[in-house]
Nanobody, 138 residues
Framework: QVQLVQSGGGSVQAGGSLSLSCRVF?????????LAWFRQAPGKEREAIAT????????EYVDSVRGRFTISHDSATATHYLLMNSLKPEDTAMYYC??????????????????????????????WGQGAQVTVSS
């Protein structure tokens, strides 16, 4: 049974940094898989902000976090990380990690799990982490 366990998050002033982790249980650590980070701010829809495909290590980000957030993966422990730098008040949200049930469809040209592709994170029924709150004050 696949289970995603998150840790990290917290509160920080604008310009600061926070990190999140997401450990995937139920996969053999070396198994290639996709993972997405989502966030949901109060009153807004949940949005996917970053993806990683562990087979290539390739990542994709939405414009609002590109250059500030970094997604990474430790294959030995099947743990994913989201490092968030230069945080802004608008980054305040509940953050979730998610991995698709039954595998993912990777773009063959780029080796990425496309955020907005036909089989992207918004279009699959994933396993979810429990969420972690990130609060950025101005």
């Amino acid at each position: 049974q696949v289970q995603l366990v998150q840790s990290g998050g917290g509160s920080v002033q604008a310009g600061g940094s926070l990190s999140l982790s997401c450990r995937v249980f139920g996969f053999n650590p070396g198994v290639k898989h996709c993972l997405a980070w989502f966030r949901q701010a109060p009153g807004k829809e949940r949005e996917a902000i970053a993806t990683i495909y562990t087979g290539s290590g390739n990542t994709e980000y939405v414009d609002s976090v590109r250059g500030r957030f970094t997604i990474s993966h430790d294959s030995a422990t099947a743990t994913h990380y989201l490092l968030m730098n230069s945080l802004k008040p608008e980054d305040t949200a509940m953050y979730y990690c998610a991995t698709p049930r039954g595998g993912c469809s990777v773009d063959t040209a780029t080796g990425t799990w496309r955020l907005f592709g036909p089989n992207g994170p918004h279009r699959v029924n994933p396993h979810w982490g429990q969420g972690a709150q990130v609060t950025v004050s101005s």
